[in-house]
């Protein structure tokens, strides 16, 4: 079926059941940012790729509103589908029920899949389409009917991991949970996020691309700590592990029935971001739902010492594989066929050359030239670019390891650059050291380091479309919550332990874009009479190319910054190469 | 009746009436931050006389909950009085309600005055409260039986504005609001907010200190606009012109009438942090509240060109009292006897000198060494200290002109600075040049200018309690909504056409403050591929002290910034001095 049959095939059902739109989110039943294939609804209907978009369908307008990050994408992706690209204003944001209430007329129904849509979207449309008289038709699947051989869940293995990884035992963190349920007066608790639910159990898997997360739910309350799971998912001495602490398990489809039997009378929190309005939908009437966010998702952030330290350990490995590569990379090009999507290979084949090495963390953004102003361009056959000697090459990739997660953006001059180049990559190079050093009061929230790490672009009148930062997660997602360093007003305060990325760019579409990234960890600074202050200490460990560099455009503050951190590569990635690397690195780390 | 007495009369009134809690709060029936003396009830009830807190009394406890800038002002005026000072930890915040939700048994009642409460505060109350089954009781005035002598309600006379001032007729501003209740699809709108009547009618009074308001609601729709007033405030003529408008003047106390008749089935948009929850409880239940900003509120805060250039005239006019203060505060401190009340009052005498000049825009904060420390400092004949030729002394004073409302902070050094005091100064000088300096793309919010401003401060572990800037009327209040400069994530963007405060500061309890403050307007910069940019002018036009600057700590484009600054003062200023005057501005004014 081509993309305009299949949309042809979704508007005869929704003329045939009088539905005016058809909503499909980028989403599954634990609301994921990556997907299980079965749930990758807007790439089966529209082939649009990115991982953020919802699609809207009416009689006569087929849309996909994504943001700024996939506009070039969005409009090369979608030509011909019969989805037009509508341009988010605000990253994430709703703005289809704006323009649904605008031109539906009251007694209209909009429908969609309650499985797909958060608790907090639905009440989201409720509020702003109900009382124009517009009907909300919450369980329909348009796409099952048309969708021939949907891919079925996953069911790869599951298993735990040990406290000298994580830090905490589960029976730990299930007591930390219950304090919070108490002090919440919730007498049970859903989760339906993945990472959550990894964090929680200490459980690992591999359901989802780059997420080593498991397809579960639990259900928790003081006396009980249920899992729904394909057992068989585990070993059987991972199972008595679980079983043995108090945790039963139940099959994964069983979630509905116990939330439907809660007893009368009884409480529940569930986070409405992180919850499928499915599952809120089977809560009898008599329960009283407590709407919050995950007690997990904050515990989860704050990193412990053992998280921290195994992370540590992980990016001089990951700092090493990139060495490596790049030191390939300025030896190769140019001599040999390097596109795109070999890069990714190569990048690839380093990072799985090192202990512990799982997978990769999301997928690699290798953007030569003008591919390098998509912030999250994936390499395809069809657009697999050759590199040569010229210009700038961005690589943003990552890595999971069962000692932390990765993520890292570099761009190497591979020669020739115009001083524009050279200037833009300056002032990204700028803005990243402003973030990525910033002191900041206790208290400080990442809308602040967002607004410090922007400046210096902003001096010079440029902009980047995307968000500063984001947290990230330990051997987990690598977008993990509640933590943002974006213009976004969300009151979470910057905490010690936490793990964030500082990412700033510069995009010239056409052209080349530029982005440069080091994840960064929350750490004590001075106390002092105007009270406790934070800085960052940078995890990543890998050297930043400084040969784009126009030093008069750096303060001698942030000179010394880059020269002690590439000082500090060359230190801790030394050791871990052979004379030869060891060598190039310490001569690209050559203070300025 | 001491403090104590007046304690024991209002906790006699409780127990007779079996309240648990009495909430005092700082505001009037149009929730405004300058009060009529008739509503200064904290001051008459626990004798603190700061513009922001509330008091809240139980049986057992009587505290004051206010903000960082009062802290040691509170400790002080509470001394023997019965209240003790709370904390807050967020400026504004109702953190006594989680107070109260926690010590308060269900069944506990909470009484309070509906005339002093905000209808957004009486929800606040009525969520965090009611669930917790205590009663709220909302039409208790507990100090009107002790309260002898109560002032009435001022009778000052009213007059209205030309066009030539204000850039707009009151008709046209007029037609705006109603188009704007036209597509909220608001019947009604009820407006109790003296600023934005103020505005609205471009009417002017004198019924509040500081603040040149007249005591008035209005409601308006598409067919009428009624002013409730006492209407012999106003001229035959003005009455005349309002009328012949359409403006029907009805007497102030008939609002209550007016609304407990607005016809069924009709929709009412009201303000909820504006508009007293006792008027809005004289709707009848049949009537849909729509609740939202005023209209009038985000109209008022873009100045129009005329104002704009009166304003730009009138900060001349301020600029050349203000050097004429600093430079007769020069010549003669150390030679006769010269305290901080007799400063305010020749600040005064300067200002009012100056054609079209109306009053004080608010308090004047003249605060010799430790006494700058308190960021809201005013003077009394007991701590009014005398000024040597010795440290730093801080000036925040304003005026109320005809053509515009002035309002700026300036610290000077009168001899002997401590190296600490130094490079204190020059580092909030740098912050208030990096916020009141910013290029900054479309959307910006306050938030976002204000971790710009306090980053240099950041970086040299100093931080300031309150926040970074508000908003300023023209020839109306000097606070003045709905954008602000502070760390809480308010999602209002800084148009074109703002007038804001930039004053960073950092204060040495019980040694020195410093504060420095310009108003800035937001004006268009470069547009280019990566969006339309804005930037601030500098609207007040009155030298910085350059004695006290370390020019090290400052960057190449501050120290540029700070001469040009300077200069342009001079330029300005210089023309309506007198040569000696002038040579000594210039002297002054040199670069360094």
């Not at 081509?2 to 045939?16: H, P, V, W």
């Not at 949970?177 to 959550?196: E, G, N, Q």
């Amino acid at each position: 079926m081509t993309y305009q049959e299949k949309l042809t095939a979704i508007r005869s059902q929704m003329r045939g059941e009088g539905v005016s739109a058809y909503i499909i989110p980028s989403s599954d039943p634990h609301i994921s940012e990556y997907l299980p294939d079965r749930y990758k609804c807007i790439y089966f209907t529209s082939g649009f790729t990115g991982s953020a978009g919802t699609l809207v369908i009416t009689d006569d307008f087929a849309g996909l509103w994504t943001d700024a990050r996939y506009f070039v994408q969005a409009g090369e992706q979608l030509a011909g589908s019969g989805f037009e690209l509508v341009k988010l204003k605000v990253q994430h944001a709703p703005e289809y029920i704006q323009w649904l209430a605008e031109r539906l007329a009251p007694g209209a129904k909009v429908a969609f899949d309650a499985r797909l849509i958060s608790v907090g979207l639905a009440q989201l449309l409720e509020q702003q389409l109900v009382p124009q008289g517009i009907e909300l038709v919450s369980d329909r699947d348009y796409l099952e009917p048309i969708w021939l051989n949907r891919p079925y869940l996953p069911d790869a293995p599951a298993y735990l991991l040990g406290e000298e990884i994580t830090g905490e035992a589960f029976e730990n963190k299930l007591g930390r949970l219950r304090a919070a349920l108490a002090t919440s007066k919730a007498d049970y608790h859903l989760i339906s996020s993945l990472d959550d639910m990894a964090w929680l159990f200490n459980m690992r898997g591999s359901d989802v691309k780059c997420n080593p997360v498991v397809l579960s739910f639990a259900l928790i309350s003081q006396d009980a700590a249920i899992l729904f799971i394909d057992t068989l998912k585990f070993s059987e001495a991972d199972q008595d592990k679980l079983r043995n602490a108090g945790v039963e398990l139940q099959a994964y489809d069983l979630v509905e029935r116990a939330l439907a039997s809660l007893p009368a009378g009884s409480s529940i929190l569930i986070d409405p971001k992180r919850n499928c309005f499915a599952l809120y939908k089977e809560l009898p009437t008599s329960v009283s739902v407590l709407q919050d966010t995950n007690p997990t998702t904050s515990f989860k952030a704050i990193k412990n010492a053992v998280e921290v330290e195994n992370t540590r350990i992980t990016m001089v490995k990951d700092g090493v594989a990139l060495t490596r590569f790049f030191k390939w990379l300025e030896e190769s090009v140019g001599k040999e066929t390097i596109t795109e999507m070999s890069v990714a290979d190569k990048v690839l084949e380093f990072r799985a050359a090192q202990e512990g090495f799982v997978g990769e963390s999301f997928d690699t953004i290798a953007g030569y030239k003008a591919h390098g102003a998509l912030p999250h361009y994936k390499a395809t056959p069809e657009s697999d670019a050759a590199l040569k000697a010229d210009g700038l090459f961005l690589l943003d990739s990552g890595g999971q390891y069962q000692t932390g997660t990765t993520d890292i953006t570099r761009v190497v001059s591979l020669g020739n650059l115009t001083e524009e180049e050279k200037t833009d990559y300056t002032l990204v190079l700028k803005g990243m050291i402003e973030g990525a050093s910033a002191r900041f009061p206790k208290g400080t929230r990442g809308y602040q380091i967002d607004a410090i790490t922007r400046k210096p672009l902003w001096d010079h009148a440029r902009n980047y479309g995307h968000g500063t930062g984001h947290g990230v997660g330990f051997f987990l997602n690598v977008h993990e919550g509640p933590h943002v360093f974006n213009a976004t007003p969300t009151p979470i305060d910057i905490e010690l332990g936490m793990i964030t990325s500082v990412e700033p760019g510069i995009y010239r579409p056409e052209q080349y874009g530029i982005r440069i990234e080091n994840l960064v960890l929350t750490v004590p600074d001075e106390t002092n009479a105007f009270g406790e202050f934070y800085t960052f200490e940078q995890l990543t460990i890998a050297l930043i190319d400084t040969s784009p560099v126009k030093k008069q455009l750096l303060e001698a503050h942030q000179v010394k910054w880059l020269n002690d951190y590439n000082q500090l590569v060359a230190d801790r990635v030394g050791p871990h190469l052979n004379e030869e690397e060891r060598a190039w690195l310490q001569a690209k780390a050559k203070a300025i």
